[in-house]
Nanobody
Framework: QVQLVESGGGLVQTGGSLRLSCAAS????????MGWFRQAPGKEREFVAG?????????AYTDSVKGRFTISRDNAKNTMYLQMNSLKPEDTAVYYC????????????????WGQGTQVTVSS
């Protein structure tokens, strides 16, 4: 029913920018909260950014990316984006997009669908 495919990851130098995309199937954006999570090797998957169906009026970011990352979506293209600016080595991780109906954005256990992930590597 719901298919999510991330893309746009790659290698970038510290201070650089990268835009991740999450292509969604069907009418995902109209019925689900969308989120971006990341997982570094040997570490727990953590919340990065989230967006409810209301869009700009309902977004959230983890403190470490606030002011640097921006979550958005293009309904016509069924695609969600994560614009990442001023990247730091600590941002290096596999980034996943997710869809669900969580009570709170950061509750990864309440997201029902996940993409395969895209690698982001920030070199110093």
């Amino acid at each position: 029913q719901v298919q999510l495919v991330e893309s746009g990851g790659g290698l970038v130098q510290t201070g650089g920018s990268l835009r991740l995309s999450c292509a969604a199937s069907g009418r995902t954006f109209s019925v689900y909260t969308m989120g971006w999570f990341r997982q570094a090797p040997g570490k727990e998957r953590e919340f990065v950014a989230g967006m409810r169906w209301s869009g700009g009026s309902g977004t959230a970011y983890t403190d470490s990316v606030k002011g640097r990352f921006t979550i958005s979506r293009d309904n016509a293209k069924n695609t969600m984006y994560l614009q990442m600016n001023s990247l730091k080595p600590e941002d290096t991780a596999v980034y996943y997009c997710a869809a669900g109906r969580p009570q709170f954005y950061e509750l990864k256990g309440q997201y029902d669908y996940w993409g395969q992930g895209t690698q982001v590597t920030v070199s110093s």
